[in-house]
């Protein structure tokens, strides 16, 4: 018998399915927006969720892997950051695979329907991929465009990553990269990545894809995560409220900010389109150090 394991859970009342790998290690996949909710790697948790965070079925889930579809932010006339992450996507326990290198993986589905249709008349399929390895998770967003229209659309994995203390951790691997300041009062708004990103204000940043992995660590030289990205996601978004927005935001705790960064893998600045029939696909890659 193995023990590798793929169950339906709960998250906070909510449907989910858990994944579990012989080593131990693990991912929690809520069905609302395909959103990975925990991913558990030699022990620790690597994601944030906010203890605050929203759990009615419909409301965005602050923490974990938000998948922005087919719209990210308020770069169009969608919802924030499209409907993706508010929908039930369908998977079961059952769709689990073994995946390359003794690992687990299973795809969840989210398909064009009457209420997508009537804000966005596009025939698609969305099919969000988790990839449990040792000591690593792969997540991957790929679209279809099955309608007779190009299909263009924005997206991110908005991942949120735990961490040790904002003020204690650096971002590395960004040097030299000019990115658009969302919050620059009155600062530069496209300035240049001087050494390791750090913080402890609000920081809101797009960054085009560095050509290297990201080396998430403490001040120390602790490391924490290594993120990586596919091509295809051409940006790469850096976000952490800090205390004065954060103490704003009805679903996170005052200190939250605290906790988490989150390092985006994001297509935006240029909307991909999608010819009738076209597919697109790109992951991004977390491994714990
Ligand atoms: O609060 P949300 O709708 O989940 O958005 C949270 C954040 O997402 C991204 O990181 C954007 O760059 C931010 O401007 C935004 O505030």
């Not at 229209?149 to 204690?168: K, M």
Request: aromatic share 6%; proline share 8%; hydrophobic share 45%.
């Amino acid at each position: 018998m193995s023990d590798f394991e793929a169950r339906l859970q709960e998250w906070r009342g909510l449907p989910a399915i858990g994944l579990r790998l012989p080593g131990g290690d693990s991912a929690l996949i809520a069905l609302q927006g395909a959103q990975v909710l925990s991913w558990v790697s030699r022990g620790q948790e690597r994601l944030f969720v906010s203890p605050q965070a929203a759990h009615d079925g419909h409301t965005p889930i602050r923490g974990g892997i938000p998948v922005c579809f087919p719209q990210f932010n308020q770069r169009g006339p969608l919802v924030k950051h499209g409907f993706a992450r508010t929908l039930a996507w369908s998977g079961q326990p059952g769709d689990a695979r073994p995946a390359e290198g003794g690992g687990l993986q299973i795809t969840l589905r989210l398909e064009d329907s009457e209420a997508t249709r009537a804000v966005w008349p596009h025939a698609f399929e969305a099919l969000l991929t988790v990839e449990l390895h040792p000591g690593a998770l792969t997540v991957r967003l790929a679209v279809h465009n099955r309608g007779a229209q190009d299909l263009p659309f924005t997206a991110a994995l908005h991942s949120y990553l735990q961490v040790p203390g904002a003020e204690q951790i650096e971002l590395q691997g960004l040097d030299g990269l000019v990115y658009w300041n969302a919050v620059a009062a009155g600062a530069e708004t496209h300035p240049v990545q001087a050494g390791a990103v750090r913080f402890g204000v609000e920081t809101d940043r797009v960054y085009p894809r560095a050509a290297q992995a990201l080396r998430l660590q403490t001040l120390s030289s602790q490391p924490l995560l290594q993120i990586a990205q596919d091509e295809a996601w051409s940006e790469t978004v850096v976000w952490n409220p800090g205390p004065e927005l954060c103490a704003r935001l009805p679903d996170m705790a005052p200190d939250s900010w605290q906790h988490m960064l989150c390092v985006e893998a994001a297509a935006i600045d240029a909307p991909v389109v999608l010819a009738p029939g076209g597919r697109w696909q790109a992951a991004q890659h977390l491994r714990a150090l």
